[in-house]
């Protein structure tokens, strides 16, 4: 058992990655997010950081975001290497899944902070589909945030992960993940959330070639009642 921080998205990749810390009983001392804080947004999926805090929350574990301010390696570093020494992490874990190039990097870094790097998801690329509808069949309810729009058009952004889209992507050729930058996710709800958040308010914009979902306000419903938690 490790003491682990997890490299966090708010998609379906880091969400299956920390299920999968959890099963194997390593102890998750934090999520750590990537920012601009002069946009206000996550850098893997443009996520608003209020927003995104609200998910840190509804899981139930802190959430550290570190703004890259033009320097996002060496950021990334030195905040590793302060948590390291507060909470006595043994390593930070990766949702990467096949990109070797992906898993250099993320080795690097890990290195240069004194820490292992683990990868819970890693897989074959031909397992992508089969990972797919394991994070549905698990209970994870997640939708598209980002589509690029040279392979995918604005209806798929805000469109739900079930069997219907596990069917559909498969018909654009993509790769079921969204690996090669396809798609990318906001999970809204799943095993180990405390409540399920719903999205209130959002519109979908072109941003720089991407179908992009602009959150801007989100309410938790509690999973036991359904009833509203302001």
């Given amino acids: 058992m490790k003491k682990v921080a997890v490299s966090w998205s708010g998609g379906k990749d880091s969400c ?77 874990a990766f949702g990467s899944l096949y990109m070797e190039e992906d898993r250099k990097w993320n080795e690097q870094v890990a290195e240069k902070a004194g820490l292992d790097a683990l990868f819970p998801v890693w897989i074959l690329e031909e397992q992508a589909s089969e990972l797919l509808e394991e994070f549905i069949s698990l209970g994870f309810h997640s939708i598209v945030c980002r589509a690029s729009a040279d392979i995918l058009d604005s209806t798929w952004t805000g469109r739900e992960l079930n069997t219907s889209f596990c069917e559909d992507i498969e018909v654009t050729k993509s790769c ?31 941003n720089s070639g991407l179908w992009s979902l602009d959150i801007h306000s989100c309410r938790f419903i509690d999973k036991d009642t359904e009833a509203v938690m302001k």
Avoid at 176 to 200: A, N, Q
């Fill in 16 to 92: 299956l990655a920390l299920y999968r810390l959890f099963q194997e009983k390593h102890e998750v001392v934090c999520l750590i997010s990537m920012v601009s804080e002069e946009d206000a947004r996550n850098h893997a999926h443009g996520i608003p950081l209020e927003i995104l805090q609200l998910q840190a929350d509804a899981i139930g574990l802190p959430l550290i975001m570190v703004d890259s301010a033009g320097e996002y390696e060496a950021s990334l570093i030195t905040s590793l290497t302060s948590i390291k020494e507060q909470f006595g992490l043994d390593a930070i």
């Fill in 176 to 206: 079921s993940m969204g690996e090669h930058g396809e798609y990318h996710t906001f999970v809204v709800d799943g095993p180990f959330f405390g409540k399920r958040l719903e999205i209130v308010h959002s519109d979908v914009i072109l």
